[in-house]
């Protein structure tokens, strides 16, 4: 197997060279991945189609100790964790239920420095979904999605005909009575998680 190239870590600035940022690393799927899990999802009480439906399986390096400083990013330099979103397949059955498969261990560790090796950890699995007018975004942390079960997040029926001001995403609420009923009516996100069965 052929590692990625490493980037060279960039030196502390003088006071008459701008700071060289630090490359971003090329990432590589785990070919020998196995701690899998199914997440599935379905909407209730949603009035119309959406336009779109996507997912996500969210990443960060765990140990920034293998990331140099950025000089670039503020002064005196910062370790910024490397994070790496990966798209997963969505299948839809017809009961309107999508389905995906998330492995923890989607992302293959590197050392991509020469500081050591990063060690990738799955934050989130995210959905992602559309409106005409409004981007929504619900889904689960990491540790629910290895705990399973059934999560339900909340969302206005209004804001799929129009997008709240000032507000690029609108995201789920976990609470049933977070939106007062002067709100509307809602609909829900309702995500399920189990460990796969090989």
């Not at 189609?49 to 140990?63: E, I, K, M």
């Not at 206005?156 to 009575?177: F, I, N």
Request: net charge negative.
């Amino acid at each position: 197997m052929h590692s990625a190239a490493r980037a060279n870590p960039p030196q502390a600035p003088s006071l008459f060279t701008a700071p060289a940022p630090v490359a971003a690393p090329v990432v590589k799927l785990n070919p020998h991945a196995r701690d899998g899990h199914v997440l599935s999802f379905h909407f209730d009480d949603l009035p119309q189609a959406l336009t779109q439906v996507a997912a996500t399986a969210d990443f960060q390096v765990a140990n920034v100790e293998c990331v140099p400083v950025d000089y670039g990013k503020a002064i005196g330099g910062v370790r910024l964790a490397p994070r790496h979103s990966l798209p997963l397949s969505l299948n839809r059955g017809d009961d309107g239920r999508y389905v995906a498969i998330v492995h923890v261990d989607a992302l293959l560790d590197e050392d991509y420095y020469g500081l050591g090796v990063c060690r990738w950890e799955l934050t989130t699995a995210t959905v992602h979904f559309h409106s005409p007018s409004t981007h929504f975004v619900g889904g689960l942390k990491a540790e629910r999605l290895i705990a399973g079960g059934e999560t339900v997040q909340y969302y206005l029926t209004r804001d799929l005909a129009q997008k709240p001001r000032s507000m690029d995403y609108v995201y789920g609420e976990t609470a049933a009575d977070f939106y007062q009923p002067s709100a509307g009516p809602q609909f829900t996100l309702v995500l399920n998680a189990h460990k796969e069965v090989p």
